[in-house]
């Protein structure tokens, strides 16, 4: 008859194993994602400009005859001036405020309105890094405007 004997060292193993994915996986946890999903620090002046800048969806921007729909059509933004933007849909008609290519801002998410913008109601966005987007109405693709937003200049 055959005996087996186990050695001290196949527990030690696995316990040490044990206790370095626990070590491994707490680290994860309470350090990376944290850090990885966190948000950026921005200046308090950009998170709170000096002015809001007002976008009108005026009536009749459903007819695709009307030149206007979004006024102003191109606005420049700067950083810690103007960038908080509110579009107000003056129309009967319900609209949306759609990048052509999707954007996202580090510290706001990402743009565009989510669904339609009622008659009567708002959409607001405060951008907090430079860029340039083109964007439109997904109803009334005709309705399109251009937001530039730079880094303050003094």
Same mark, same amino acid.
């Given at each position: %008859?055959?005996?087996?004997?186990?050695?001290?060292?196949y527990g030690?193993? =696995? @316990?040490?194993?044990?206790?370095? /994915?626990?070590?491994?996986?707490?680290?994860?946890? %309470?350090?990376? /994602? *944290?850090?990885?999903?966190? $948000?950026?620090?921005?200046?308090?002046h950009i998170?709170?400009p000096t002015?809001? #800048?007002? =976008?009108?969806? =005026?009536?009749?921007?459903?007819?695709?005859?009307?030149?206007?729909?979004?006024? *102003? $059509?191109?606005?420049? /933004?700067?950083?810690?001036?103007?960038?908080?933007?509110?579009? #107000?849909?003056?129309?009967?008609?319900?609209?949306?405020?759609?990048?052509?290519?999707?954007?996202?801002?580090?510290?706001?998410?990402?743009?565009?309105?989510?669904?339609? &913008?009622?008659?009567? $109601?708002?959409?607001?966005?405060?951008?907090?890094?430079?860029?340039?987007?083109?964007?439109?109405?997904? *109803?009334? *693709?005709? %309705?399109?405007? $251009? @937001?530039? &937003?730079?880094?303050?200049?003094?």
């Open positions: %008859m055959s005996q087996t004997t186990s050695s001290p060292a030690i193993t =696995i @316990i040490t194993l044990v206790i370095g /994915l626990s070590v491994g996986l707490g680290y994860y946890q %309470m350090f990376y /994602l *944290p850090e990885q999903s966190a $948000k950026p620090e921005v200046d308090e998170l709170h002015f809001v #800048t007002d =976008i009108n969806i =005026i009536p009749g921007s459903a007819l695709e005859t009307q030149q206007d729909n979004f006024v *102003p $059509k191109l606005v420049n /933004l700067q950083l810690g001036v103007d960038n908080h933007v509110i579009w #107000t849909n003056s129309d009967e008609v319900a609209h949306t405020v759609t990048p052509d290519t999707p954007t996202e801002d580090s510290f706001s998410g990402i743009f565009g309105s989510t669904g339609v &913008i009622l008659p009567g $109601k708002t959409y607001e966005f405060v951008f907090t890094e430079d860029n340039e987007i083109d964007y439109h109405c997904i *109803p009334h *693709p005709w %309705m399109t405007g $251009k @937001i530039i &937003i730079t880094k303050q200049r003094f």
